[in-house]
């Protein structure tokens, strides 16, 4: 039975693939657990991208406020352009409860109008209005809802942690070994018979 190279490389590619992206994210929760200074939810899981026969590729897709500040920060210290934050101009445009006052300040803490709101887990909340565009990240000297700064936990761990060094390097091996397989099966003599 003749072999599919093709299919047994992409199949070990993705299994490198999996591997070094549960690593990911298991090193993500893990920072993320460490971080009892910001509320909220945090989830992250991989999913296989299918683009298209031949190519195996893989996101890693991050949930919830807490993954949200974790990533990008929260307040005047929250990355704004949108090489830093990528979404936030899709947050903005999408979410029915951004604060728009916000806008005015950098992006601040500010009071919210009268009424219910939401948060980025859809968690409801009352504001009393009082406050509504006054910054609030400090009040009278205190700090009452203090800015973060972006930790870039994801991006840290997916650049700097050595795991794609890693990973390319599994993935050169099992290159290789396909190659050295392939070369094998080819004759090591010809005749030529006349």
Not at 40 to 66: F, N
Request: some cysteine.
């Amino acid at each position: 039975m003749r072999k599919d190279y093709q299919k047994h490389l992409l199949n070990k590619m993705r299994k490198i693939l999996r591997k070094y992206c549960r690593l990911a994210c298991d090193e993500v929760r893990q920072q993320w657990g460490a971080l009892d200074t910001i509320d909220g939810e945090a989830a992250i899981e991989q999913k296989e991208l299918e683009i298209t026969q031949d190519t195996v590729a893989r996101a890693l897709c991050a949930y919830g406020q807490k993954a949200w500040i974790a990533e990008f920060g929260k307040g005047s210290l929250m990355d704004k352009s949108t090489e830093e934050n990528p979404f936030l101009q899709d947050y903005l445009r999408n979410n029915p409860d951004v604060n728009w006052d916000r806008m005015a300040h950098n992006m601040a803490v500010v009071g919210r109008p009268y009424g219910y709101y939401s948060d980025i887990d859809g968690n409801k909340h009352f504001s009393h209005g009082t406050l509504k565009g006054v910054p609030i990240e400090t009040w009278y000297g205190q700090p009452l809802f203090t800015p973060i700064r972006g930790k870039h936990i994801i991006s840290n761990i997916l650049e700097k942690s050595g795991l794609i060094d890693e990973m390319n390097e599994e993935i050169q091996t099992a290159v290789m070994d396909i190659l050295y397989e392939l070369v094998g099966r080819f004759p090591k003599e010809i005749k030529i018979v006349k």
